[in-house]
């Protein structure tokens, strides 16, 4: 626990950058402010120097969007393998204040499954996936093999979002992502684009298939809690098939924090979920951890249901 902090404090969503793969990178991918850049290239003293100001304990580091997500050919399984030790490294020379979730080649689901197994061995909690894999939803079947061993190996898979698919640009978006390039993002690409993966791996099946298998979502999950009650009348309603979304959903998803810090959302959220299934998030280095922290001091919930939110639900789901 940090000086500057009442509670220990572990934040899941926290990005950094690998150049190597970062060079691979092209189109909106590879846009980014310098400051960001800077940022998420430092895996020591300036990282250290914000998360202790703000009051964070441990970050769980991430790749950015894409990650390996748009990765192929036969160097994608190599590139992502290298790309992961790099990041255990440096959770190894700061093993008190990191952990790690991996980078997965999706583009060879086989592959991928086998490095989240050598990986949760060095120690990762874990991985995350970012938007469509090779542009596909991770509902399709080939995808199952990585959902498989995320289960045999008791690790949440945290499904992050990424720039929407080509042609929902187009249709969706072309007519006003000049003006404003966030629209595409945090505004409400991110959103519309991660939250369909969730209901599409609800509606797949793949829970039945795999009933312990864990997802998280960042950003108060994608705007499923607040939609929970509808979404789940109308997908019991007649017709061929019907599932029970709520009971899925809230038996195998958590939700973070990550760039969301409204009392309004964040008590939706536990009131469709319970406090149990939300944990900490900042989204750094997008979002300083300031206001983050600043919030969860404020929030209308019990000590102790914060304790939870800031570490106590990360350390059962992560084992930290």
């Known amino acids: 626990m940090t000086k500057t902090s009442k509670y220990p404090v ?25 400051e960001i850049v800077k940022r998420l290239s430092d895996l020591g003293e300036l990282r250290l120097k914000e998360m202790d100001e703000a009051g964070v304990d441990i970050q769980v580091l991430s790749h950015t969007a894409p990650a390996t997500q748009k990765l192929s050919g036969d160097n994608a399984v190599a590139l992502a393998r290298q790309v992961n030790d790099r990041l255990a490294a440096a959770v190894a020379a700061h093993p008190k204040r990191f952990a790690g ?14 490095e989240l197994e050598r990986t949760v061995k060095l120690g990762f909690k874990g991985a995350m996936i970012h938007g ?22 008791d690790v949440p898979i945290y499904l992050h979002p990424s720039v929407p698919h080509p042609a929902v640009l187009d ?21 519309v684009e991660t939250a369909t993966q969730a209901i599409r791996l609800v509606l797949s099946g793949i829970f039945d298939a795999h009933p312990k298998l864990k997802i998280i979502l960042g950003h108060l999950g994608e705007t499923l809690p607040f939609l929970m009650a509808r979404v789940d ?12 979304f709520r009971e899925v959903f809230c038996n195998n ?5 990550s760039g969301f810090f409204s009392d309004p959302a ?24 300031g206001p983050a922290m600043r919030w969860m001091q404020t929030v209308p919930l019990s000590e102790d249901d914060k304790v939870k939110i800031l570490s106590g639900n990360a350390r059962r789901l992560l084992r930290i």
């Open 10 to 34: 572990i934040a899941l969503e926290e990005h950094y950058w690998d150049r190597e793969l970062a060079g691979t990178y092209t189109g909106f991918d590879a846009s980014r402010d310098p």
């Open 101 to 114: 979730f991996a980078a997965l080649p999706t583009s060879d689901p086989n592959a991928a499954a086998d």
């Open 266 to 289: 964040l008590l939706c959220c536990v009131m469709e979920m319970g406090v149990d299934r939300i944990l900490f998030s900042v989204d750094w280095p997008f979002v300083p951890n």
């Open 171 to 191: 249709v969706y978006y072309k007519d006003y992502v000049k003006d404003y390039p966030m629209l595409i993002r945090a505004a409400w690409g991110f959103t």
């Open 132 to 153: 469509l894999a090779n542009g596909l939803f991770l509902d399709d079947k080939r995808f199952w093999p990585i959902f498989a061993r995320a289960e045999k190996l």
């Open 233 to 244: 009348e109308a997908l019991s309603r007649p017709g061929p098939k019907q599932v029970r």
């Open 253 to 257: 998803f958590w939700i973070t924090t």
